[in-house]
Structures are given as C-alpha cells and as structure tokens.
C-alpha cells in the first residue's frame, strides 16, 4: 500500500492526519503537483493511494474512511453524512475561500465566504451537544473536517468568536499532534502561502450562486447573499 | 431529479414502505426524515441507508477495498458528474472509459450501488452522444448498456439505444 501526496495540497492534509490518527503502516511518497499518479485520469489528482489488490483511491475523503475501516473504526451513518457534506457543500466553498485568501490577498473576505458553513458547523456541534461531530469519540468526520479547515481557520485574520462551538471543537483538533504534524508537512510552516504553488495550477473556482437557479451575479465575490 | 432516483433505489430493494422525502437548499438537496432518530441528509448518505435498511450490504461492497471503491464512486458522482460542463463532461466520460477496459463493473466484478449512481449520472451524457461520439467511449457504452438491462433494475430513466457492434471502422467528419 502506497500513499502519493504533494507539498502544499489541502487534500493531502486530511489523508496524512486520517494516516497519523490511524496508525496504519504504509509508505508515503511526495510527487510533485502535476504528477498524474493514478493511470486512468487524464487530469492530475493527489492525494491517491495505490491499494494492496492495484487499484488507485483519487478521492481524499475515500481514503481517510478506508484508512479508518482497515484500523477497525467503521464510519457511522451521521458520519457518512458528514463526509458528503464536506465534499458536496464545504468543498466548493472552501476553494473559494482559499483562492480568495492566497491569491487575491484578500484575507478579509473568508470569513464572509465561510459564513453559511460555519453556521451549518455551528448549529449541528450546539444541537448535538458532544464533545465531537458524531459523539463522545473521534471519527474520520472529524479529522477530515479539521484538516479541511485547518489552513483557514489556524489563520489569524479569521475570527470564529461568535462561533463557541466550532472554535472548542476545532481548538480541541488543532491541538492534537497528527493534526499538527500533518500541518507541518503540508503547508512547511507557512499558513496559508505554503498554498500558493498549489492554489495557482486550480482552476479559478465556479461562483457556487452560478451554479444555482438564481441569476449568475456579476461580482459574486461582494456577495450579499448568503452562502447557503 | 434526486428523489425519482431515490424511489427508483426503493423499487430495485424491493422496500415496501415508500419514504417520504423533502428537500433543503437552492440545489434541492434530498432529506430523509428518519423515526428513529435525525434527519437523513444528502443523495449518497440515504442511498446507503435504504441499502442498508434492504439489508443488501453488498451493494456497498464486500471487502474494505471495494467498499472504499464504492463509496469514491458515489462521491464522483454526487462531486464531479452532476452539473459538470461539457468540457469536464469529455474528460468525464475519456478517464470512466479507460477505467472500464478491464473490468465489468465499477468495483471489479460485482454489481454495487456505484453503478446505480454513476449510471444515473452519466445518463444524460449518454443521451446526448451520437452513434460515433459512442464508438469512442466503447467501454462506457458497454458498461451503460449492461447496467441498464441489470436484471430487476426498473429505472426511472428511458433506455438508451447502444449499438454493440461497429459501424464505423475509422473515423469520418
């Protein structure tokens, strides 16, 4: 079993910290960007991790929950749910933020990008009442939601004050060595600019209001509609 | 569109009680009210569970491997396929197709609710393809047509002709 990632990838941050939480032996090769790893996409996709029977997961989320499986910790229902949630809605958002961040120097305006997500976070984590997204322990939900946040959210130009919840929940995941040393090898110590090479080879993100049926906004980045 | 796919999950598992399904958000995300607990939320997570209330886990794969492969599959489906352009739709269709070569479904050799899904999601790919732009994509269209003839599986979808014989031996303009 082989894990392929690459320097400066938000996507490899979870896969290494789901490795670290984990324990699972397996080797770990850094390639670069533009490596195309997995022999069938014709695109480049890091993470990827090349399985004992030869076939290749691209997906970062699939590898952090086989990872998990292969340890003993099955993924729950509401932890299932939780992982659609953060490849369906807090991806795109996410991107947004990070291009916004890295690229524009516009650091100021993530937390606007984030608001609806955060919320989401927010009201789930006060409603639940546990210590983690699907109870009393750690899960893979959790470790796959640190390592996405982590780059935005350990940056000091976002504030998460009025969010109680998510900031004790997500103090309590920064604060744990495989999330800190994932963080290490991904980003080399330099936040959000350990990014850059990587944000620069990603397609500029789709407006996600585009997408939807409300007329395409022309400056969607100004954004007074909510993120939701 | 989701919530057809849904009841269509349903008739395939043989589940006799219908669900009652609504949906939340601009990109009408489906929502399962569950009586045992919260409310369900999200394509790929309620198909698993109406996979699990069938009591028919194979379909999510039988070993950590396939299982893993699976649920890849569903999230391309629900992450990349479903309001993909054209151009991606090209890379799409190019990257399942060389996947296909060597194999008669997603997971290897057994029928799981990865083909469901990227079936649905390819559809109106499919659809919209002419009979040469289908030459192309040969292993796709041999997936496509195997999985739409799976034994049992009554698609809300009408079928796609697929040819499975050649009819151009190179190709014209």
New interface residues.
């Given amino acids: 079993m082989k894990l392929f990632v690459s320097e400066g990838n938000p996507h490899c941050l979870k896969v290494l910290a789901a490795l670290q939480v984990s324990g699972v032996q397996c080797d770990v090769q850094y390639v670069n960007h533009d490596e195309r790893v997995v022999?069938?996409?014709?695109?480049p996709a890091l993470p990827a991790l090349l399985?004992?029977?030869g076939?290749h997961?691209?997906?970062s989320?699939?590898?952090c929950?086989?990872l998990f499986?292969?340890s003993g910790q099955d993924c729950s229902?509401?932890c299932?749910?939780w992982?659609?949630?953060e490849?369906?809605d807090l991806?795109p958002v996410l991107l947004q933020a990070l291009h916004t961040a890295v690229l524009q120097g516009k650091g100021s305006e993530v937390s606007q990008v984030l608001k609806g997500s955060l919320n989401h976070l927010e009201q789930s984590l006060s409603k639940g009442n546990t210590p983690y997204l699907t109870g009393d322990a750690v899960s893979v939900a959790d470790v796959v939601l640190w390592a996405a946040l982590y780059p935005v959210l350990s940056d000091s130009s976002l504030a998460l004050d009025e969010r109680k919840c998510v900031k004790t929940w997500f103090d309590r995941g920064a604060a744990t060595q495989s999330l800190q040393s994932a963080a290490q090898k991904v980003l080399q110590g330099k936040g959000l600019q350990g990014m850059k090479n990587y944000m620069q080879r990603q397609p500029a993100p789709q407006s996600s209001q585009c997408?939807?049926?409300?007329p395409c906004n022309s400056s969607p980045a100004e954004g007074e509609e909510s993120e939701? | 569109m989701a919530l057809r796919e849904l009841s269509s999950l349903e008739k395939y598992l043989g589940l006799k009680k219908p669900n009652k399904y609504s949906t939340q958000g601009d990109k009408k995300i489906p929502v399962l009210q569950n009586n045992n607990g919260p409310p369900l939320v999200g394509l790929v997570t309620i198909a698993c569970h109406l996979v699990k209330e069938a009591k028919r886990p194979e379909l999510l794969g039988d070993s950590a491997e396939s299982r893993a492969v699976v649920q890849q599959w569903l999230e391309h489906r629900v992450t990349k396929l479903d309001g993909c352009t054209k151009e991606d739709m090209k890379t799409i269709l190019k990257d399942l197709n060389l996947y296909l070569q060597d194999k008669v479904y997603l997971a290897g050799n057994q029928f799981t609710l990865a083909d469901v899904f990227i079936y649905c999601g390819v559809h109106p790919l499919i659809v919209d393809l002419a009979v040469q732009e289908k030459e192309q994509y040969v292993n796709v269209t041999r997936w496509f047509d195997h999985i739409q003839h799976h034994l049992g599986l009554k698609h809300h979808l009408p079928p796609v002709v697929v040819l499975r014989n050649r009819i151009y031996t190179s190709r014209h303009h």
Avoid: H, K, M
Avoid at chain 1, 211 to 214: G, H, M, N
């Fill in positions: 022999p069938f996409l014709s695109r399985l004992p029977s076939l997961l691209f997906s989320n699939a590898i929950r086989y499986e292969v229902e509401l299932g749910q992982l659609e949630w490849a369906t991806q997408r939807d049926t409300q939701r």
